[in-house]
């Protein structure tokens, strides 16, 4: 997933009308947004594939017994490890225009938001209190002593005969204070004041970045609750409360905010001091840390560097954390401490109150931030108190510390973790300061597009519980770089997308389903977003009518993961917001068994190897595809497609990128069916794009071909487009094949690589490849100048064998005077497979036909080449020798930063014009012994192949295979 350069864009120039023409207009389908739609979800959040009512439900689906429990249990399982990660910091030294590390960003704030909405706590009851003099005091407020406030304190502005006029909500505070708070809802807020006269009886309050208030009530000498505040919405998660002064005199001792609107406090209330970690007085090894997303403000306290345990330290040795309170006094106080240890050997630490001896407190060990009762003391006296802590095991974290007069109150509530974690990672792809690497690709690009998506979904999905001041922060964001998207996607405004006619390229899909889901989000708001779905729409038109029909890709499986996730997210938007259905599209609908017939044998998945790799594939899962699969399984009723996403899912290799998804549009009532079951062929033939994919069966342990013989994006992209729309993934490695059997792979394919012909299972021609060979990415100028067609002749498939022919002739510059290049492939199921190549050059060159198998060392017996596996044994066995000479040993096969790599190969290679060759390839299991081959010349270009119980009769001149 790397940026490509356009490879025809350089040499061929059209104009817009020439590009517009280049696809049938009898063909094409335009799609367009419809306004009505669109305004009926005006000022509706969320409303971006799901709603209140999709949620509600949701939450009952996840429970245990549910239909969704178990992809819930998948899910959460994702979004607890990603708790303990962290945002990435800048690097604009990766190595990767489009910033592969920023791009998680998106992805985690759309899962963490997912998993906050289907948590969240509805029912808390919950009161805070707060001493006035514990904020953050700025002049002219003060704090005094008073032996009637609590904690013996309280803060006020000394007599200066002023009343200030309303504050602007940029204006400072005079008092500060942190406010933590574990629900959404709407709270009561008192304030226990001394407002002696008309001249000293108000203040302003505000909240996070919100507009000062007035806040007064009655003239009284003494101390009073005042209620000064109802039903205030405030969101879960961490605020700001703010006071600036109105009149001086007033004097403030405490605030209270309460779920509870029948609840009136009295007396000094309840005394609580929160405090945290990182404020305290800290000595070495005592440090601060920020790699906690759950951690009240992002940050903790720990020990890491030291002995990992610290003998009990003497009476009033130096604490290496020290916090600071004052006591009303009198009564008994609880200390409890918010903490984390990740195991029983990290689950301690000293402690005491005023100095002398010190004690040690033993919290719960776990993965989660928990409140640990530290200590209780009896009758407190009244005054200034010390709190002293010392490590006893490296690696506990601390991150608050509450002191409260209620002794009998249970362990405090804390914010969802899941918000929490999701506003650390909002915060951070806020505060890159591009996305992109600042230099290429700025903001326009990958890494934007998935940073618009995820800000997008996680403003939508959370406008109801995030505070106006995230909420500014991210709509502002959007409007700026979702302006730049839009701009080069037009190439307007000074920008330009290289990407932008590449409309079969993951990049401009991508882009535009990150652009769709910025405008998506705020277009209520912004009414310049409109625009960019118009843009995101007019580009999707373009895709819908440039796919084939045969639902595959020239990217290889991997990029269709990625670039296909983007489109199945884009549909799904566009189909409810938007009035646009596209799932109409005849590719879409065949596109799962892209995903299925690439899939390795069931019993042989792993995390690591599930599937075929070509052009620049992994043989790993990158994004998905269990969301696409369910999308796909719901739109089409299509049980093999709910049959895979499930097993992907229990296998535990199915990727957790976008995996809410998944929970949205997974429908019960489709059930699973299995290939077999589903009567599914066991040979597949995707015709435009020339691949096929044969195996043995579907027993989850049989054998698999990939073959590929077909033009660089496809036949109909020949036909219809005149210049490159994004084939710069392809491999030049036309008639190129690959072999997994008996839990293993056998001949493998190069991944993610430089663009050489030499790195594949096919023919040479004087050490050379075919068109579009030798570059980091592909050159298809020539494919379209020549308009070269190697395709894929047949692909027949019985019980007993396959017979697969590709023509790869075409796909070699005139240079390589080749006039014929047709490889037949004779799978004798469920262990043989006969490779046959009939060459003609029009002048004499060096042919070489290589095979890349997956062991890298080799023994030999014969004419036979063994490669042992840990679970297979592969045979390669040369059977047409005349003329031929044959060897295995090291090549080098280039990886995609260009470096050589050794790779052992099997090599045949032959000088002349004409070469019929027959390569046997056996296996077996890894004690077992290949079947021998055995080849006879029966004349007139018929071949004879018997291989155990089994014959077959080859004719080239008619190119047909008969079972004898």
């Known amino acids: 997933m ?21 696809y049938p207009a009898a063909e094409a389908e335009a799609y367009t947004v419809n306004q009505t739609t669109l305004t009926s979800y005006n000022n509706v959040h969320p409303r971006m594939y799901i709603n209140d009512a999709k949620v509600n439900n949701l939450r009952t689906t996840i429970q245990a017994g549910g239909t969704h429990a178990s992809l819930w249990g998948s899910f959460q399982d994702n979004m607890n490890q990603l708790l303990t990660k962290t945002p990435p910091p800048v690097n604009y030294s990766d190595g990767s225009d489009s910033e592969e590390w920023q791009r998680p960003n998106g992805t985690n704030m759309s899962n ?36 009637g406030a609590a904690g013996g304190k309280y803060v006020m502005v000394p007599s200066n005969g002023t009343t200030l006029s309303a504050p602007s909500p940029l204006d400072p505070p005079h008092a500060n204070y942190s406010l933590t708070l574990p629900g959404n809802t709407n709270y009561h807020i008192w304030a226990r004041v001394q407002l002696p006269d008309t001249g000293a009886h108000s203040f302003y309050m505000a909240f996070d970045s919100g507009n000062y208030e007035y806040m007064g009530g009655p003239e009284a000498a003494g101390w009073q609750w005042v209620k000064i505040k109802s039903n205030v919405k405030l969101v879960e998660g961490e605020h700001q409360l703010k006071i600036r002064y109105r009149q001086s005199r007033v004097k403030i001792d405490k605030l209270m905010f309460t779920t509870d609107a029948a ?10 001091h929160w405090l945290q970690a990182e404020d305290g007085v800290l000595a070495s090894p005592m440090q601060i840390y920020t790699d906690d997303v759950v951690a009240t403000k992002g940050k903790y306290i720990s020990v890491k560097s030291a002995s990992n345990w610290a003998p009990t330290p003497v009476d009033n040795a130096a604490p290496d954390a020290r916090y600071q309170f004052n006591a ?30 010190y004690a040690t407190s033993y919290p719960a060990y776990g993965t989660e931030w928990i409140w640990h009762k530290v200590m209780t003391v009896n009758n407190l006296v009244s005054g200034s108190h010390t709190i002293n802590l010392k490590y006893r095991n490296t690696n506990l974290k601390l991150d608050s510390i509450l002191i409260t007069s209620d002794t009998s109150a249970g362990a405090p509530s804390d914010p969802n973790k899941y918000l929490m974690a999701g506003l650390s990672w909002a915060t951070a792809s806020l505060n890159y300061p591009t996305w992109g690497n600042g230099t290429t690709n700025t903001n326009n690009d990958l890494a934007a597009a998935h940073q618009l998506l995820g800000l997008g979904l996680f403003y939508d999905w959370l406008f109801h519980h995030l505070t106006d001041t995230t909420k500014n922060s991210i709509r502002d964001r959007l409007i700026e770089r979702g302006a730049i998207m839009n701009d080069s996607a037009l190439a307007i405004n000074g920008q330009d997308g290289w990407w932008r006619e590449d409309y079969m390229g993951n990049h401009l899909w991508v882009n535009m389903t990150g652009l769709a889901g910025a405008a998506a ?34 990217e290889g499986v991997g990029y269709w993961q990625y670039g296909m996730g983007y489109v199945t997210m884009y549909m799904e938007l566009a189909k409810k917001l938007l009035g646009a259905n596209l799932y109409g599209e005849t590719w879409m609908t065949k596109t799962s068994d892209y995903a299925l017939y690439n899939m390795l044998p069931r019993n042989s998945w792993t995390i690591a190897n599930s599937h075929f790799q070509f052009a620049d594939s992994p043989r ?67 015709g435009d794009m020339g691949l096929v994919y044969a195996r043995s069966g579907w027993s989850g342990d049989e054998a698999v071909i990939g073959f590929k013989s077909g033009p660089y994006m496809g036949h109909e992209n020949l036909d219809n487009v005149e210049y490159d729309m994004g084939g710069a993934h392809v491999h030049p490695d036309v008639n190129h094949f690959s072999l997994f059997g008996n839990g293993e792979w056998l001949i493998n394919d190069d991944g993610y690589a430089y663009k050489y012909t030499s790195n594949h299972n096919t023919l040479l021609i004087d050490g050379l490849g075919q068109m579009g060979d030798g570059g980091a990415w592909f050159s298809g100028w020539e494919y379209r100048v020549k308009n070269a067609r190697p395709a894929i002749r047949k692909a027949y498939t019985s019980a007993d064998f396959d017979h697969i022919i590709g023509e790869g002739a075409p796909a070699y510059t005139a240079g390589r005077n080749v006039s014929k290049y047709t490889r037949h492939l004779i799978f004798m199921k469920p262990d043989v497979l006969i490779v046959v190549d009939d060459i003609a050059l029009s002048a004499s060159h060096q042919m070489e036909l290589r095979f890349f198998p997956e062991k890298q060392s080799y023994s030999q017996s014969g004419n036979s080449y063994l490669m042992q596996g840990s679970s297979a044994k592969l045979a390669v066995t040369p059977l047409t020798m005349s003329g031929v000479t044959a060897s295995a040993g090291s090549v080098s096969r280039f990886d995609n930063t260009n470096t050589a790599k050794p790779s052992l190969a099997v090599r045949l290679q032959k000088t002349g014009t004409m070469w019929r060759n027959a390569t046997a390839l056996t296996w077996s299991a890894a004690g077992g012994t290949p079947k021998t081959v055995n080849y006879t010349d029966l004349g007139g270009g018929v071949w004879r192949f018997t291989a155990g119980t089994k014959t077959i009769e080859l004719n080239l001149s008619t190119e047909s295979a008969v079972l004898k």
Request: net charge negative; aromatic share 12%; hydrophobic share 40%.
């Open 328 to 357: 009303t006094g009198g009564v008994n106080y609880s200390v409890w401490a918010r903490v984390k240890a990740p195991s029983d050997d990290a689950d301690s630490f000293y402690y005491n109150m005023d100095g002398g001896s």
């Open 112 to 147: 963490l938001a997912m998993a906050y909405l289907l948590t969240q706590n509805r029912t808390l009851s919950v009161t805070r209190w707060l001493e006035a003099e514990d904020g953050e005091l700025a002049s002219p407020m003060q704090a005094y002593s008073e032996a």
């Open 263 to 272: 609840y009136s406090p009295s007396g000094l209330g309840t005394e609580q």
């Open 620 to 686: 790993s899962n990158w994004y998905g595809p269990g969301f696409i699969l369910r999308t796909l399984a719901n739109q089409y009723n299509d049980g093999t497609a709910q049959w895979l996403a499930q097993e992907l899912l229990d296998s535990g290799i199915d990727d957790g990128d976008f995996q809410w998804l998944s929970l949205v549009n997974y429908n019960a009532g489709v059930s699973p069916v299995s290939p077999a079951n589903a009567g599914k062929s066991t040979l597949k033939h995707f």
């Open 2 to 22: 790397m940026n490509v350069v356009r490879s025809v864009s350089a040499l061929l120039v059209f104009t817009t009308v020439a590009l517009a023409a280049a």
């Open 521 to 554: 989000a705020i277009y209520d708001e912004h009414s310049p977003a409109i625009g960019w779905l118009n843009t995101a729409t007019s580009k999707y038109t373009s895709v819908m009518n440039n796919l084939s029909d045969d639902g595959a890709s020239h």
